[in-house]
């Protein structure tokens, strides 16, 4: 069992910077994906990024993509988004998710954080 603990969040203005964490705790196994989802208001959970964890190898939504950068730091067991140019259709909640498969379906991704606002304002 996995549990994932999203900090970060907050309010920021339109191109501004946000950095986003997820510490997993509890058993994991040796080859995984964590991935970051977000859900605006009125909206479906999208993806927007993933990393693997034991190669590094990432991948980014395209609204995302040369903004956003997804990172992990092995010894404390932590996933990052960091959120750079921030545009007000940025604002959502962020959730943190660990999978099996790299992959941007959420049905793949078995443990999930509990999510945490991200607002940017014009």
């Known amino acids: 069992q996995v549990q994932l603990v999203e900090s970060g969040g907050g309010l920021v203005q339109a191109g501004g910077s946000l950095r986003l964490s997820c510490a997993a705790s509890?058993?994991?196994?040796?080859?995984?994906?964590m991935g970051w989802f977000r859900q605006a208001p009125g909206k479906e959970r999208e993806f927007v990024a993933r990393?693997?964890?034991?190669?590094?190898?990432?991948y980014y939504a395209d609204s995302v993509l040369g903004r956003f950068t997804i990172s992990r730091d092995n010894a404390k067991n932590t996933v990052y988004l960091q959120m750079n140019s921030l545009k007000p259709e940025d604002t959502a909640v962020y959730y943190c998710?660990?999978?099996?498969?790299?992959?941007?379906?959420?049905?793949?991704?078995?443990?999930w954080g509990q999510g945490t606002q991200v607002t940017v304002s014009s």
């Open positions: 998710a660990m999978g099996r498969i790299e992959s941007t379906r959420q049905n793949l991704y078995d443990n």
């Open positions: 509890g058993r994991t196994v040796s080859s995984y994906v």
């Open positions: 990393i693997s964890w034991s190669s590094g190898r990432t």
